[in-house]
């Protein structure tokens, strides 16, 4: 933290919900009361606060504010999450997982994608899902943490949580208090800003309160009420890339053992989200209205939710795309207010957990050095494109029938995307950067979950062929993850061991 004559002298977030919440539990811990923080909400302005599935940089999120699992999942009525299970992508029969963790583990300088696809050209018909420790347990509905050991099979697999996304926000309220933030509650009537500058300097509340501040933080969000209503940064929209623009939310009990993972399926223009918490199963149908009706959305889901629904579907209308600039002069915008992807792969609370990450690095004092902002949507617009062309991957690789399915699959890809197919489907090469959010066995998983099996492997495994029994190895890390999955206790058991009963 700065000090001295320039130093912040108070941070205003504008709006609640886990976007706001989430980046006042962080500056709260990470500037130790060195600056006030105010955030301005309205009980008025509902949040859309559905179930909550996540992906596994959640963990150091919550450790860095020092939160223990066990306090994390009681208040949020969380449960575990191994990966996500695709039924109908690829094909309308079609089933894969994509797991949190690697496939096996090597056993040769050639990786073991390549050797699977030498013996499957071979006759050996194991899915890749078969060599994957979060399958194996998830398929039991069994949880376990990774152990500590490199050299036992029970150390491959990573896990995140499925939570309320509204109590999550509620936790991190009480814990921002606790550390200082102050809440203001009430609508934002008016804007101003610095005539010569152009730098925002305060919001007036509907009743006349003005707070003032040196930075604002824009958790406002699909409204972009400063970012996009003030200081017009402009948008651009990818939906010619991702149609769906609608989605319907719906909870429902649950019927069984609480699985622990998510589940995705296909639906005939878009698809549907199964997430379960404690206490409930969230449900969901992201869509296409060009394609479908809402009310024709409505009822696909109702068909579709395992147990008794337990509210009124709530209708979703979003747009597919980011803020050309998520941060201009003293603004930057976090949550929905900076962008949005489907929730496909879970990633809307990472993109707010690794916004504010980025604002902690380059949080400015009151110079506002145009560097930071620079450096922020720089960083930003590289990781937005990198997983949209993750999604778009999935709307890409399938051959399913139904008009919105083929217009998908038709559609133009974006360069980096094609590279990496290209480079795929030659010689399986995976050519993923280093700082990418999805690693070589995410693509792995979709790829080939989908059907895009490769014309050829990594020749290198032909030249070593007669030095290494891969079939051997392979048949080896089937077994062992088969009985070494059976060594963790279920799912249910362990929520129970970690977070008390489960809630009713």
């Excluded at 109908?88 to 056993?107: E, I, K, L, N, V």
């Excluded at 509907?206 to 406002?220: A, E, H, K, P």
């Excluded at 110079?367 to 990781?383: C, F, G, Q, T, V």
């Excluded at 080896?476 to 999955?485: C, G, H, S």
């Amino acid at each position: 933290m700065q000090h001295g004559e320039h130093a912040l002298r108070k941070i205003v977030i504008v709006g609640g919900g886990s976007a706001g919440w989430m980046c006042a539990a962080a500056l709260a811990q990470a500037t130790a009361g060195a600056v006030p923080i105010t955030l301005i909400e309205s009980d008025a302005i509902g949040t859309v606060g559905v179930g909550e599935a996540t992906i596994p940089p959640i963990h150091s999120f919550n450790a860095r504010l020092g939160i223990s699992e066990a306090d994390f999942l009681r208040a949020t009525k969380g449960s575990f999450k191994l990966g996500i299970e695709f039924v109908g992508w690829g094909t309308p029969q079609s089933r894969y997982f994509h797991p949190f963790g690697s496939y096996g583990a090597d056993f040769d300088r050639v990786s073991l994608h390549h050797w699977w696809l030498r013996e499957r050209q071979r006759g050996d018909a194991t899915p890749i899902d078969d060599y994957a420790m979060c399958w194996a347990l998830a398929r039991d509905n069994r949880f376990g943490h990774p152990l500590d050991n490199p050299r036992d099979v029970r150390s491959t697999h990573g896990y995140a949580y499925h939570f309320d996304a509204g109590l999550y926000a509620r936790f991190l309220r009480d814990y921002a208090e606790a550390r200082g933030v102050r809440r203001e509650e009430g609508r934002i009537s008016s804007v101003a800003r610095d005539g010569a500058s152009g730098l925002l300097t305060s919001v007036t509340l509907d009743d006349g309160r003005v707070i003032q501040g040196d930075f604002f933080v824009d958790c406002s969000g699909f409204a972009g009420l400063l970012i996009e209503q003030h200081l017009h940064t402009g948008f651009d929209d990818w939906t010619h890339w991702l149609p769906c623009d609608r989605a319907v939310a719906m909870p429902s009990a649950n019927t069984g053992p609480i699985t622990p993972y998510t589940r995705s399926t296909a639906q005939a223009a878009g698809w549907q989200w199964r997430i379960p918490l404690q206490h409930r199963q969230g449900n969901g149908h992201v869509y296409c209205s060009a394609q479908m009706s809402d009310d024709q959305a409505i009822e696909v889901l109702r068909a579709h939710v395992d147990g008794p629904v337990l509210g009124d579907p709530r209708l979703i209308r979003f747009q597919t795309g980011r803020r050309r600039q998520a941060w201009v002069g003293n603004c930057v915008a976090i949550g929905l207010s900076s962008g949005f992807l489907e929730p496909l792969e879970s990633t809307s609370l990472h993109l707010i957990q690794s916004g504010i990450e980025r604002l902690l690095l380059l949080l400015p004092d009151r110079r506002h050095d145009p560097l930071n902002a620079e450096e922020y949507n720089r960083a930003s617009a590289a990781e937005y494109e990198r997983i949209r062309d993750f999604i778009i991957l999935h709307y890409h690789a399938q051959t399913r029938p139904e008009p919105f399915w083929q217009a998908c699959a038709a559609a133009p890809l974006p360069d980096e995307l094609a590279y990496k197919i290209k480079h795929w489907m030659n010689a399986a090469r995976l050519v993923s950067p280093q700082d990418e959010l999805f690693k070589n066995p995410s693509w792995l998983a979709v790829y080939l979950g989908q059907g895009m099996v490769p014309h050829g492997y990594d020749a290198m495994a032909d030249l070593r062929a007669d030095h290494v029994d891969a079939a051997g190895h392979l048949r080896n890390l089937r077994d062992m993850m088969r009985a070494a999955a059976a060594t963790f206790p279920t799912h249910d058991a362990m929520l129970a061991q970690i977070a008390g009963p489960v809630a009713a």
